[in-house]
């Protein structure tokens, strides 16, 4: 009940301000909003799709709240959402789930939404970059909204990236949301180099239209405590989805995958693979439901989440689910997890490898697979570079940081 | 020079080997018969130090050091190869991946810097054609679909790489068809130099044949009754094990 009373309290103070600072198409959804959110609170673990996380909790802390507009040179495509075309502006909110409260806080207090608008027929050659990153000595909790528009047959990769420049408690909560028109493309990546001390709620909500194909991966390289939620609805007859994912945890690291695939129309096909690697004491918690509405007819999905937990200490929750009200469908769900295979490392030991080099080659090796699905090339090397840094404890946080140490828990 | 005496090893609390004496001096190659269970594999494992058995007495005296005080990867180092009687697949590491792991790891070892990439993958493409391995090899998860032979032909390739001074070929011949056996065989015998030594272990002279081994043993229930010339080898395919037991 504090938690959500100091957020509260913060909106009525600083309404004007925040009205002020936004447009109107944001301001009109803050009063829905506030409902929603005072209502239904932060969510508890009986609530299904957030039964792994402690959102309570994770919102608890007391957090200067970021109300900065988005300033600065944008890339070519992307743009304010004032400066937005407006049959693209009225599209802000439309696609998340306005019944959700964490969606509900996020509108009530961003005051701005990045939008990234590819026009119909437009193939966009470079990747587009979005990269957010924390900055600032106090305790702060930063509210993003981005909003991606693919007019038809437009095609465009996009990459965001969040990473973590200093050393204070960061609260991200981000909502994106991604309209796909008949026949368009879309190469989503999200890639998470943070730290220990922040805490990253994420929310995509993703509407499909004919022919549509997304490819979305999320990793989480390193991060303190996130909870990452993807629906994708599938409107559109012969859409398709790939929705990947990999994590790498270890300390007290904990992340939360959760994931709905709707098929609401015939003939669409959705690929979702998520692999972890949890060491020490990390937790990792997926949860994906695939589901196959009435007259959904000819899907074709598979959902697998494999896990490896190198440590006894480290614990992975896992349900994959599969809802099919459609009788003519090829559909698949599975998960594992497993510990780190003894004969291999032997095996690798015998050649001379040492056993933390083994340990490192069959992690990395693990979770080669989702980066190797990555159509991009260039995102593909770097990550496999990023990956061998993290596993070797190299990322550029971790020299000179003093974050392990074990008085400092995350939050 | 390797120098075993009175070992004594389990698994799981199980005694297997029951006071093995073996010497192998640089450049002899030594073949090891015997019936399933008897203690073949344990030997070759614990002379590489697999960690799940345990050495209850006796010892393992390898150029003048302590076999048994060393971890397997600095028995590697010391130029140990163990030949796996089922080569462990690996699916995401890269052959190549693997074999600069190793190399890189043993000249650590001895002090010298990393090899350059380009001197390693010319390394590569001349220690695969010895034993036949094509181009493929070198992208390929370690020995992850390969075939029997091919797994066997890896091991040799691996040899190759690392150029052991003692290598213990474990049932090699098991699983291999008459044309990969003599690939794997040639291969050994191109690999040998003066001063390195082989433990063969088997159940067949025909690869013996291949290997020409200056002294055969014959090992039942953890200890070595038998030790003979080639000639035991063409005795025991004639006679079988039998009459032996009771020696």
Not at chain 1, 186 to 214: A, I
Request: hydrophobic residues 40%; contains cysteine; proline residues 4%.
């Amino acid at each position: 009940m504090e938690a959500i009373r100091q957020y509260i309290d913060f909106y009525n103070e600083v309404r004007d301000t925040i009205s002020a600072r936004s447009c109107s198409e944001m301001n009109a959804q803050r009063e829905d909003a506030m409902r929603t959110f005072s209502a239904q609170g932060f969510p508890s673990p009986k609530v299904e799709r957030y039964r792994y996380a402690k959102v309570e909790a994770d919102f608890s802390p007391n957090y200067g709240i970021a109300l900065t507009p988005i300033a600065g040179q944008l890339p070519p495509y992307c743009f304010r959402i004032a400066d937005a075309e407006p049959r693209v502006r009225v599209l802000y909110n439309k696609v998340a789930d306005t019944t959700d409260s964490i969606v509900a806080l996020s509108t009530l207090l961003s005051i701005d939404t990045l939008v990234v608008h590819v026009p119909r027929g437009t193939k966009v050659e470079h990747p587009i970059q979005i990269s957010n990153l924390l900055k600032g000595e106090q305790n702060t909790m930063v509210s993003r909204r981005i909003l991606i528009v693919m007019d038809e047959l437009a095609q465009a990769d996009v990459i965001i990236t969040d990473r973590a420049a200093s050393q204070s408690r960061f609260l991200t909560n981000q909502v994106i949301e991604v309209v796909m028109s008949d026949g368009s493309h879309l190469s989503l990546y999200e890639v998470e180099e943070t730290h220990l001390l922040c805490t990253r709620y994420s929310s995509v909500f993703v509407q499909q239209g004919r022919n549509s194909r997304l490819h979305h991966t999320n990793l989480t390289l390193f991060n303190g405590h996130t909870r990452n939620r993807l629906d994708v609805r599938l409107q559109g007859e012969g859409s398709e989805v790939t929705a990947n994912g990999c994590v790498i945890a270890d300390k007290m690291q904990h992340v939360d995958n959760n994931t709905l695939i709707d098929h609401q129309a015939p003939a669409c096909q959705s690929d979702e693979l998520y692999k972890y690697v949890l060491d020490d004491n990390a937790v990792g918690a997926f949860a994906g439901k695939v589901l196959v509405r009435e007259g959904a007819q000819k899907t074709v999905s598979r959902e697998t989440n494999a896990n490896l937990c190198a440590t006894r200490s480290a614990r992975m929750y896992t349900q994959p689910m599969l809802e099919i009200y459609a009788d003519d469908v090829r559909c698949s769900h599975g998960s594992t997890v497993g510990q780190m295979n003894e004969a291999a490392l032997f095996y690798m030991r015998q050649r001379g490898i040492d056993e933390q080099e083994a340990r490192l080659l069959l992690k990395a090796a693990f979770i080669t697979e989702v980066i190797e699905n990555i159509p991009l090339e260039s995102l593909r090397d770097r990550l496999h570079v990023l990956v061998d840094k993290r596993l070797r404890g190299e990322l550029s946080k971790c020299e000179g940081c003093k974050l392990c140490d074990p008085s400092l828990t995350p939050p | 020079m390797l120098k075993i005496e009175n070992l004594h090893a389990s698994i799981n609390g199980k005694e297997i080997l029951k006071g093995i004496n073996l010497t192998v001096l640089d450049g002899e190659v030594h073949a090891i018969m015997g019936l399933n269970g008897a203690g073949k594999s344990t030997l070759s494992n614990v002379i590489v130090g697999h960690p799940a058995y345990e050495v209850t007495e006796g010892s393992i005296i390898w150029d003048n050091k302590d076999l048994l005080s060393l971890k397997p990867e600095e028995r590697a180092h010391e130029g140990i190869f163990l030949s796996f009687q089922q080569p462990t697949e690996i699916p995401g590491v890269s052959m190549v991946n693997f074999m600069r792991a190793a190399l890189n790891a043993k000249r650590k070892y001895q002090g010298l810097e990393p090899m350059p990439a380009g001197d390693f993958l010319k390394l590569m493409r001349q220690k695969r054609s010895i034993v036949e391995l094509d181009s493929k090899l070198a992208s390929r998860s370690v020995n992850e679909g390969f075939s029997g032979g091919e797994k066997k032909r890896n091991e040799i390739f691996q040899m190759a790489m690392l150029e052991p001074k003692l290598t213990i070929l474990d049932e090699t011949d098991s699983g291999l068809d008459v044309d990969a056996l003599r690939i794997v065989a040639e291969g050994f015998n191109k690999l040998r130099r003066p001063d390195s030594s082989a433990i063969v272990i088997t159940h067949y002279q025909r690869l013996l044949d291949y290997l020409k081994p200056n002294v055969v043993h014959v090992l039942i229930d953890g200890r070595i009754v038998k030790t003979g010339g080639p000639e035991l080898a063409t005795e025991i395919e004639s006679r079988g094990f039998d009459w032996l037991k009771n020696s």
